[in-house]
C-alpha cells in the first residue's frame, strides 16, 4: 500500500477502475454501454502499467517527515495566502445568503458580485494544510482547520469538504514516522466523515434521489438512501460516458467552452445532450473530448491527466516544496474526482497552479531571516507536529 500511494498513476486510475466496477454493479447496463465502460478500465489499467514500469515516485514518506515548513520563508507567504483565503471566506457568508441556513436549494445560484468572492474563498481547502504543516500557534492552527473545513458545509460545496479531507489524509499518510504503519484509524474517520456529510448535503441540496430514473440494478434498490447517494455519485459519471459513446453524439462546444473562459456556459444542464436522465448530467474528466474527439480524444485527455500529475510529482522533489505539495494535492484530488465531472482541464485549475508558482517565486525572493541569524535547526518531532506545543521564537 505504501508504495502504490507514492505511484502518481494511483490516483488517476484506482479511482476510475472502482467508479467502473461500482457503474457495472449499480446498473443493469443497456446493450452497448458496456463498450465505454471497457475504454475507461483499458485505458486506466495501461497507465498504470507504464507507470509502474518507467514512472517518477514520490519522495518517501521520511522526505515528507523530516521537512520542516514553521518558520521558513515559504510558511510566511502561505500564513498570508490563508489570511487572505480566510478574509474571503468570512465575506462570502456575510454579505449573502448561507446556503445551509437560508435555503439549501440555492448552492448553485451565485448572486453578483460573490462568484468573484467564490473564486478566492474556494481554495478553502488549502487552509487546513497550511496550518497543519505552517501554523506554530495552536490557536491559528485549529482555527485553519475549522474555517477550511465549515465553510464548504456552510455553502454546501461537498467538492471542497472532500479537497480538504483528501489533503488531511494525505498529510497524515506521507508525515507518519516510517516505520510506522499507515495511519489507517485516522483515514478512516475522514473518509467516514466525508461520506456522512456528503449524503446529508445530497439530501439538502436536491432532496429525495428516488426521482432519479435510471436502469438501476438490486443493488442499488437495496440501499438506504444515504449509500445511494455515494453510489450514484461514483458510478453517474462513467454511466453517461458509455451512453454518450453508444449514442455516438458528438458536440464540440462544451470542450471549448470548458477550456476557453467566456467562450460560453459551463453547465451541462438543459442542453440537447441526450442523457438518459435530465437531472443525472456528469460524465468524467474526459466526457468533453470525447463529445469532441471521440473515444481516442478521450483516451488522450486521460493520457494527458497522467502528464499533469508527473509535472506535479517532478515539482514536488526530493525537497518537498510546501507550494509544490500544495500543486500536487490541487491535481491528485481533481485526478481522484476525475470519474465524476471535469476539474483537470479547467482554467480555475491552471489559474491555482500559476499562483503557486507566483507564491513560491515570492517566497524564493524574501531575504532568509533564519540564515541571516544563524539559527540552528528546530528540535526535530514525530508527526503529526500540532499533537506537539512549540513555542515561538
Not at 500557534?137 to 475549522?146: E, M, N, P, S
Not at 486521460?302 to 499533469?308: G, K, P, R
Not at 500529475?309 to 490541487?330: A, Y
Not at 508558482?357 to 518531532?381: I, K, T, V, Y
Request: glycine share 8%; net charge positive.
Amino acid at each position: 500500500m505504501k508504495a502504490l500511494l507514492r505511484m502518481p498513476s494511483a490516483y488517476l486510475c484506482l479511482p476510475m477502475l472502482l467508479a467502473c466496477g461500482m457503474t457495472c454493479l449499480t446498473y443493469d447496463l443497456p446493450a452497448g454501454y458496456g463498450q465505454g465502460i471497457l475504454l475507461l478500465v483499458l485505458a486506466a489499467m495501461g497507465i498504470m502499467l507504464a507507470d509502474m514500469l518507467f514512472g517518477p515516485r514520490l519522495p518517501i514518506a521520511e522526505r515528507f517527515r523530516q521537512r520542516r515548513y514553521e518558520g521558513t520563508r515559504e510558511a510566511f507567504v502561505a500564513l498570508a495566502f490563508a489570511g487572505v483565503v480566510v478574509v474571503f471566506c468570512l465575506l462570502d457568508v456575510a454579505l449573502y445568503p448561507v446556503p445551509l441556513i437560508d435555503d439549501p436549494s440555492s448552492y448553485a445560484t451565485l448572486e453578483p458580485g460573490r462568484e468573484h468572492l467564490r473564486h478566492i474563498s474556494d481554495m478553502c481547502w488549502t487552509l487546513p494544510v497550511i496550518g497543519l504543516l505552517c501554523a506554530r500557534h495552536r490557536a491559528l492552527r485549529y482555527g485553519l482547520l475549522t474555517v477550511g473545513l465549515v465553510f464548504p458545509i456552510l455553502v454546501i460545496d461537498r467538492n471542497r469538504i472532500f479537497a480538504g479531507l483528501f489533503s488531511i489524509a494525505f498529510v497524515l499518510a506521507f508525515r507518519r514516522d516510517a516505520s510506522r504503519p499507515l495511519p489507517w484509524k485516522a483515514i478512516g474517520a475522514l473518509s467516514l466523515t466525508g461520506c456522512v456529510v456528503f449524503s446529508v448535503l445530497g439530501a439538502l441540496r436536491s432532496g429525495s434521489i428516488e426521482h432519479v430514473t435510471l436502469p438501476f440494478g438490486d443493488l442499488y434498490q437495496a440501499a438506504p438512501q444515504g449509500v445511494k447517494w455515494l453510489l450514484l455519485y461514483i458510478s453517474a459519471g462513467p454511466y453517461n460516458f458509455a451512453s454518450m459513446l453508444a449514442k455516438h453524439y458528438a458536440n464540440a462546444d462544451f470542450l471549448v467552452h470548458q477550456l476557453v473562459p467566456g467562450s460560453g456556459p459551463l453547465l451541462t444542464a438543459d442542453t440537447d445532450i441526450p442523457f438518459d436522465a435530465a437531472n443525472i448530467n456528469v460524465g468524467t474528466e474526459y466526457l468533453p473530448f470525447l463529445l469532441a474527439w471521440g473515444a481516442a480524444g478521450a483516451v488522450a485527455s486521460m493520457v494527458a491527466a497522467y502528464a499533469l500529475l508527473l509535472w506535479c510529482v517532478r515539482r514536488l522533489g526530493e525537497g518537498v516544496s510546501l507550494f509544490g505539495l500544495l500543486m500536487f494535492l490541487r491535481i491528485a484530488y481533481v485526478s481522484v474526482m476525475a470519474p465524476f465531472a471535469p476539474q483537470i482541464f479547467i482554467w480555475m485549475n491552471g489559474g491555482f497552479l500559476a499562483l503557486c508558482l507566483l507564491l513560491q517565486l515570492l517566497a524564493a525572493l524574501l531575504p532568509d531571516r533564519r540564515a541571516a541569524r544563524s539559527l540552528p535547526p528546530e528540535p526535530h518531532h514525530e508527526f503529526p507536529a500540532w499533537q506537539t506545543t512549540t513555542k515561538s521564537t
